[in-house]
């Protein structure tokens, strides 16, 4: 029965650990399919649109956002959380106090959401951006 309980309480940490914390947009802002403004935009936010952040960039610039089913990243700096009660933007010192956690983009993230998109490219690290012509809105 104790062994039953450990599970259960480690199950539920995993679980809580794993959870996106609620944000919403400040500004009208782009989600873009990587952490910088040289990726393709997944769609343009109108602000006041409710995100789930499912973590941020180890340097807490960009974070990787849910909006909708789409999946992409947000310059920290356009998004809000509520801590202690106040509605707060996600500058640095905020992140980790919020509870969001680090997370990195590669190419197993980028396959993952976007190898249906027509802008996809085999390799997500790009030194130049996508023509706008490929920009899907």
Same mark, same amino acid.
């Given at each position: 029965?104790?062994?039953?309980? #450990?599970?259960?309480?480690?199950?539920?940490?995993? $679980? *809580?650990?794993?959870?996106?914390? /609620?944000?919403?947009?400040?500004?009208? #802002? +782009?989600?873009?399919? !990587?952490?910088?403004?040289?990726?393709?935009? @997944?769609?343009?936010?109108?602000?006041?649109?409710?995100?789930?952040?499912?973590?941020?960039?180890?340097?807490?610039?960009?974070?990787?956002? $849910?909006?909708? $089913?789409?999946?992409?990243?947000? *310059?920290? +700096?356009?998004?809000?959380?509520?801590?202690?009660? &106040?509605?707060? =933007?996600?500058?640095?010192?905020? =992140?980790? @106090?919020?509870?969001? !956690?680090?997370?990195?983009? +590669?190419?197993?993230?980028?396959?993952?959401?976007?190898? &249906?998109?027509?802008?996809? &490219? /085999?390799?997500?690290? #790009?030194?130049? /951006?996508?023509?706008? @012509?490929?920009?899907? &809105?």
């Amino acid at each position: 029965m104790a062994f039953a309980a #450990v599970l259960a309480s480690a199950l539920a940490t995993a $679980g *809580s650990a794993l959870a996106a914390t /609620p944000a919403v947009s400040r500004t009208g #802002v +782009n989600l873009r399919a !990587g952490p910088g403004t040289v990726y393709p935009i @997944v769609v343009a936010l109108r602000t006041g649109e409710p995100l789930a952040v499912h973590g941020c960039l180890a340097d807490r610039s960009w974070c990787d956002v $849910g909006w909708r $089913g789409q999946r992409g990243w947000v *310059s920290a +700096n356009y998004m809000q959380v509520t801590y202690q009660g &106040r509605d707060v =933007v996600l500058r640095p010192a905020i =992140v980790p @106090v919020a509870g969001i !956690g680090v997370v990195e983009f +590669n190419d197993a993230y980028w396959q993952r959401h976007y190898i &249906r998109k027509p802008w996809y &490219r /085999p390799n997500p690290r #790009v030194t130049h /951006p996508w023509p706008h @012509v490929w920009i899907v &809105r």
